[in-house]
């Protein structure tokens, strides 16, 4: 379940995604010149199955304002999606989007670049290749449309491992004072409609702390670069199976015995069976 993520902030050397640019196929454009606003990218390839508070993903969709969906798109109806809501929670007015789930979101909030600024690969080998999705060089609506920040969504095949990672560029000021940074729970294609389980942070510097109570929508400064962000479902500690219920019998001879375990078990979880000759 979300809640057996384990949060941790860390520096770690940005590097860049080395395949080119892609162009929006979805969203709007504003400002003429190739400025881009609210654009987003359907459809994009993970590489391989990655794993995601007990579902299985191997696309997304990701929207220009630096937040993806994982195994959803958006439909050709929906143009804004610049008012970070990881809750769920605005239900009228701007804001109440009602977007798909679950979501990742390194820094959303309403992002705007001069053209194409995103692109993505996966590196390595099986079973230990990495995905890599880059908002490359972008800015913020009202305060400049490119030179302030570069983000990275970055997923781990086999630990399943998400991190958020940053190169600051110049200081901006988001729209509307709104940012958010987080993931979210709940699943299922757009609209959604009640509160969904998330995890937010409460800032932006070398050591916030997360939230599964507080969405907090208007984080103030920019990510240093070199700052990450890492989401763990491997934690340390006694994990919690929740109820595991078996059938058994003494067989003499060769029998079948069922298992039953919850529907979500944390990754750390193992079961093993043992036999006795007695």
């Not at 860390?10 to 504003?30: A, C, D, E, F, K």
């Not at 994009?44 to 696309?59: E, L, Q, V």
């Not at 070199?226 to 078996?246: A, F, I, K, L, M």
Request: hydrophobic share 30%; glycine share 10%.
């Amino acid at each position: 379940p979300l809640s057996s993520y384990c949060f941790s902030a860390l520096t770690s050397t940005y590097t860049h995604v080395s395949s080119s640019l892609i162009t929006p196929t979805s969203g709007t454009t504003w400002g003429g010149g190739g400025t881009y606003d609210d654009c987003w990218y359907p459809s994009i390839p993970i590489g391989f199955t990655f794993h995601y508070n007990c579902d299985s993903f191997t696309n997304m969709c990701a929207s220009q304002n630096c937040w993806v969906v994982l195994g959803q798109t958006l439909p050709g109806s929906v143009v804004w999606t610049f008012d970070n809501d990881l809750s769920n929670t605005v239900i009228s007015g701007v804001g109440a989007f009602n977007l798909p789930r679950p979501i990742l979101a390194p820094l959303w909030s309403d992002i705007m670049s001069s053209g194409d600024c995103l692109r993505y690969e996966t590196t390595g080998s099986a079973p230990n290749r990495v995905f890599k999705l880059e908002w490359y060089n972008i800015g913020f609506w009202g305060s400049s449309s490119s030179g302030l920040e570069s983000v990275e969504l970055i997923l781990y095949e086999g630990t399943n491992v998400i991190e958020f990672a940053y190169d600051f560029l110049s200081s901006g000021s988001y729209a509307d004072g709104l940012c958010s940074i987080g993931i979210t729970g709940g699943s299922g294609a757009y609209p959604q409609s009640g509160t969904q389980p998330f995890w937010s942070l409460n800032g932006t510097g070398s050591s916030p702390t997360p939230s599964m109570t507080t969405d907090d929508k208007t984080l103030s400064g920019q990510p240093a670069s070199n700052q990450v962000y890492r989401w763990d479902p491997n934690c340390s500690g006694t994990p919690t199976p929740g109820t595991v219920t078996v059938t058994d019998s003494a067989e003499c001879t060769s029998y079948t015995s069922t298992l039953s375990v919850p529907t979500c078990v944390p990754m750390c979880i193992t079961f093993q069976w043992q036999s006795s000759s007695d």
